[in-house]
């Protein structure tokens, strides 16, 4: 059999994305996904399941039995059938060559950084942005081949990311841009005429892998760093935590408070005041108050945060 238009994906931007093509630009005639049971194996942040398509549109869902595409019965579908183009919306996992070279016009995904591709390839690159305090994204929309994120660009486009962003709202920003892109390369995929930039005059770096453990908060570092990881690992991320008397506080939401006010008498990390339920909690140049947290007990002045 043979499939026009295929996406990649396991997340709830894959849905938003597969829906924004099959109703606004072409229809979808397959959707690749992985099997719930490969989540055993494998951590899937907003991992959705995309069998629904089916149910709501009829577009054809194949679910591979692994996530790196090397199972026999994902190699035997794809071996069996044609494809022509596909598109890689929250896949995070390299496409092995043998995929690749099933479709005629190539497989193209996202990937994104403050400078230009090769700069800033690897691992979660938008929730880097944010911990590193970037105020600038460029979304690349880029043809795949067997390496990580090489620079075979068809078009950029940028958005800003503001001191009040998290990882959230840059989706949504990232997902604005990614629908323009593909309206610009299905159109020429449509004309026949994908033109690839493959030349860069920046220079190779990498963004290494985050883990849920990556988010953990040091109260002797600067409000301004603590503040942006908590914006870079909120949902569906992980989230950013602390241990307070052995338990797990996650703080999804947080902000700067003050950092005027004298709270020298407090230690970095510890329980200044509580206000409407909100802790503010002493950094090590000022002070952070969080908006929203997750505990199996109620934070309490005094408490340390460590």
């Avoid at 199972?71 to 043998?98: C, H, V």
Wanted: aromatic share 12%; net charge negative; glycine share 8%.
């Amino acid at each position: 059999m043979k499939y026009k238009v295929v996406v990649f994906g396991v997340k709830d931007t894959s849905e938003n994305i597969v829906e924004f093509i099959h109703h606004q630009i072409c229809p979808v005639d397959l959707v690749i996904t992985i099997h719930k049971e490969v989540l055993n194996k494998n951590q899937v942040s907003g991992f959705k399941g995309l069998s629904v398509l089916t149910e709501r549109y009829g577009i054809p869902v194949f679910e591979a039995d692994s996530y790196f595409l090397t199972d026999d019965k994902t190699r035997s579908f794809l071996e069996e059938n044609e494809f022509e183009i596909a598109i890689s919306m929250g896949w995070q996992r390299l496409i092995p060559a043998y995929v690749l070279e099933q479709f005629t016009y190539g497989v193209y995904g996202f990937h994104g950084n403050c400078g230009y591709l090769p700069f800033g390839r690897g691992r979660s690159p938008l929730n880097w942005s944010i911990i590193l305090g970037d105020s600038r994204f460029n979304l690349n929309l880029f043809r795949y081949d067997e390496k990580a994120d090489s620079p075979n660009v068809f078009g950029t486009e940028t958005f800003s990311l503001t001191p009040h962003d998290d990882i959230r709202t840059a989706q949504y920003k990232n997902m604005i841009c990614s629908k323009n892109l593909i309206r610009k390369l299905l159109k020429a995929y449509q004309e026949g005429n994908i033109v690839i930039r493959t030349q860069s005059m920046d220079f190779d770096s990498w963004y290494p892998k985050r883990t849920a453990e990556d988010g953990k908060i040091d109260f002797h570092d600067r409000t301004r760093n603590i503040y942006n990881l908590i914006r870079g690992v909120a949902a569906p991320f992980p989230g950013a935590f602390a241990l307070c008397q052995g338990e797990r506080v996650t703080i999804w939401e947080a902000h700067p408070f003050d950092e005027i006010i004298d709270f020298s008498a407090f230690a970095p990390g510890q329980v200044v005041d509580i206000f409407d339920g909100k802790p503010i909690v002493r950094t090590v140049d000022g002070s952070l108050l969080i908006d929203r947290y997750e505990c199996v007990r109620e934070l309490q002045p005094g408490d340390i945060l460590e």
